[in-house]
């Protein structure tokens, strides 16, 4: 995936989490980019994303409340719009690619 510069992405008002943006731009409203998988929202898909990407399918309020910097739709890892189970394989894919 190309990364799109913080500040440019700051300046468009699109993103990220608000601390860090430069303090001189405050547009930002801010939640992380969309990172298929990433549910623990630490830039990384690993085996910490897998507890939190459960209970985003199981009980996304839950989820929400747990992870409210995160996008719950890094778990539509098949990209549908949807989080739901068919979400399982695309995750695990993600997870265990090399
Ligand atoms: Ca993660
Ligand atoms: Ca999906």
Redesign the pocket.
């Known amino acids: 995936m190309k990364k799109i510069p913080l500040s440019l992405v700051c300046m468009i008002g699109l993103l990220f989490i608000a601390t860090v943006c430069p303090s001189s731009i405050s547009t930002c409203d801010c939640r992380s980019p969309p990172t298929k998988g990433d549910m623990n929202c630490d830039e990384v898909v690993n085996l910490l994303d897998i507890n939190p990407f459960i209970l985003a399918l199981s009980n996304p309020t839950a989820y929400e409340a747990a992870y409210p910097y995160c996008d719950i739709m890094n778990a ?5 719009d ?3 189970l ?2 399982i394989n695309p995750f695990v894919a993600i997870l265990t690619a090399p």
């Open positions: 539509d890892c098949n990209w549908d949807v989080v739901d068919r979400d």
